[in-house]
């Protein structure tokens, strides 16, 4: 019989979509409450929930055997200081959809200019100036996962071109080339033409600061720059100096480097920035369950989990 804790937020919701699975030797226990949890997490060999929470009660699980985490995100369990004696596992596959829905809701606005036509409907101002249009512009994505590729793919159905920058891999048939670290050797390839530029990557040291100065300076002026993935991914400062000189046309940031964003942080002061507060993929517990329910299965067959994270890459 194995024995589950799920610590989350939707603690209840999870429960609920579990025990609706009908699993089998499956002992579930749910709480919202990391200090509950702890007071009683050593018997549970499995747990599921937030990797911000199940941090918290980590050394109490003394018989950890698998962790799932409700986010694609893992990086509070990836600290070196932490125990590394159990299989991670992250939610992937999920985010694809909602993540093009975010994004491309952004790259039509800007080229269908909705928010200037907004402006100039206040005004009372006929404004007929021409929109644009996304066919035929150039995206390069950095970061092509699971979440890229399906970013890849939306951006097919709209005729643009892609362009990926990954580790090493070249998974998704919709990107058009493909571009490998380091960016040292690629950059002026990879971003001298795009017109968007797209971060998915995962939080890993060599991702750290990747969209630094140097990079942005070699992105054309009218690009726009996306940012639903994760914050340390960004140098802050240079992307607000960007934007304020005028050397890049826009920015949508959903993730920072501390959230929530300080009232202080001069990116609440920063021209042509869109702040949307870490709300583009949020985790459905009607969409992350069936991942655990299949990993489990997985683990009754003695099979590989799925989406395995690697302690060492972070990802």
């Known amino acids: 019989m194995h024995k589950l804790l799920i610590l989350s937020r939707h603690a209840r919701d999870y429960h609920e979509l579990i025990d609706a699975a009908a699993l089998p030797d499956l002992d579930v226990t749910s709480t919202t409450d990391a200090a509950d949890a702890a ?25 950890l055997r698998w962790l799932q985490a409700t986010w694609a995100g893992v990086e509070p369990l990836l600290d070196p200081a932490l125990r590394r004696d159990y299989i991670l596992t992250n939610a992937r596959g999920v985010f694809g959809g909602l993540m093009s829905e975010y994004v491309f809701a952004y790259l039509l606005a800007h080229e269908r200019r909705i928010f200037e036509k907004q402006v100039s409907q206040a005004d009372g101002r006929w404004d007929a100036t021409h929109p644009g249009t996304l066919r035929g512009k150039q995206m390069g994505l ?14 097919k159905h709209f005729g643009m ?6 580790r090493a891999s070249e998974d998704s048939p919709d990107v058009d080339a493909y571009f490998h670290s380091p960016m040292a050797k690629v950059r002026t390839a990879f971003a001298a033409d795009l017109d968007y530029l797209v971060s998915v990557m995962p939080a890993t040291t060599e991702s750290r600061h990747l969209v630094d100065a140097v990079l942005l300076r070699a992105l054309p002026p009218h690009a726009v720059f996306v940012n ?16 304020a000189e005028g050397r890049l046309a826009g920015a949508v940031l959903d993730v920072f480097q501390e959230e929530p964003l300080p009232r202080d942080h001069v990116f609440w002061r920063t021209p042509n ?33 799925q989406y395995r994270v690697s302690f060492e890459l972070g990802y």
């Not at 199940?54 to 050394?59: A, E, F, K, M």
């Not at 949307?276 to 489990?296: C, R, W």
């Open 39 to 63: 007071a009683r997490a050593g018997g549970y060999d499995l747990a599921l929930g937030e990797p911000s929470l199940l941090r918290l009660v980590l050394p109490a699980l003394t018989s």
């Open 273 to 305: 920035l869109l702040i949307t507060s870490h709300t583009a993929a949020l985790s459905v517990p009607a969409d992350i369950a069936p991942v655990f329910v299949e990993n489990y299965r997985r683990l009754l067959r003695g099979e590989p989990l």
């Open 161 to 166: 071109r892609v362009k990926g920058y990954t």
């Open 142 to 155: 950095l970061g092509v996962g699971t979440i890229g590729a399906a970013l890849a793919k939306t951006a």
């Open 228 to 243: 639903p993935g994760r914050g340390g991914v960004v140098d802050e400062p240079a992307l607000a100096a960007a934007l």
